[in-house]
């Protein structure tokens, strides 16, 4: 079982930036694909960006050219640069490791982007 902590959201206004971080414990990090999803009360979680062991990402077509993920297997750590944000973006942010079918999460970080 993966332990994920996530830190980095807040309050900024539109068009700032703010990094996330997840930290990872508990297992080998480096074999695990990472991800970012976000999810709104009442609506549904929406995987924001992932990256893969070997460093592939791929992002949601609404965060494209605004975010990036990032991993650092030293630190046993996953990012997620968001750059140009949108009240839309408004949401918590939960950290996912995943490996061959298994997964955990953290227990979220609240990003709220004002107009």
């Known amino acids: 079982q993966v332990q994920l902590v996530e830190s980095g959201g807040g309050l900024v206004q539109a068009g700032g930036s703010l990094r996330l971080s997840c930290a990872a414990s508990g297992s080998i990090f480096s074999r695990n694909v990472m991800g970012w999803y976000r999810q709104a009360p009442g609506k549904q979680c929406e995987l924001v960006a992932v990256i893969t062991s070997g460093g592939s990402t791929n992002y949601a077509d609404s965060v494209k050219g605004r975010f990036t993920i990032s991993r650092d297997n030293a630190k046993n750590t996953v990012y997620l640069q968001m750059n140009s944000l949108k009240p839309e973006d408004t949401d918590v942010y939960y950290c996912?490791?995943?490996?061959?079918?298994?997964?955990?999460w953290g227990q979220g970080t609240q990003v709220t982007v004002s107009s």
């Open positions: 996912n490791a995943d490996y061959r079918g298994t997964g955990s």
